[in-house]
């Protein structure tokens, strides 16, 4: 029941933060799934994924609906962004947890500070 409560609130903090900022719910939901939920790096990573994808879907009808979404840009983007993806993801798997972790870390750093 503990960790019922525990992920719910992580998930809404996070779902928060995707819905207020539009976005940055992966750098909150993985190190939140690791070091509150137990999850090794690499299923957090997948879920925090498949929670993204789910939220930002959400996110997406709402702004569809006011015709404010440009989608031949976003599937531009998409398109130019799946194939890296799938090779790092496909990639990711032979490099130890620690440094996965690690690299997670220093790619949330530069985020924030770039922000």
Not at 45 to 66: E, F, K, P, Q
Not at 77 to 104: C, E, K, N, Q
């Amino acid at each position: 029941m503990n960790t019922l409560i525990l992920a719910s609130a992580a998930g809404a903090l996070v779902g928060l933060a995707l819905g207020g900022l539009g976005g940055g719910g992966s750098v909150l939901a993985v190190p939140a799934l690791i070091y509150l939920l137990g999850f090794d790096p690499a299923a957090a990573t997948t879920t925090a994924l498949l929670i993204v994808i789910a939220t930002s879907l959400t996110g997406l009808v709402a702004h569809a609906r006011h015709g404010r979404v440009r989608w031949r840009t976003g599937g531009l983007f998409a398109a130019a962004g799946i194939v890296p993806a799938a090779i790092a993801g496909a990639l990711s798997v032979r490099v130890p947890a620690g440094v996965l972790t690690a690299g997670f870390a220093v790619l949330a750093a530069v985020a924030a500070v770039r922000m």
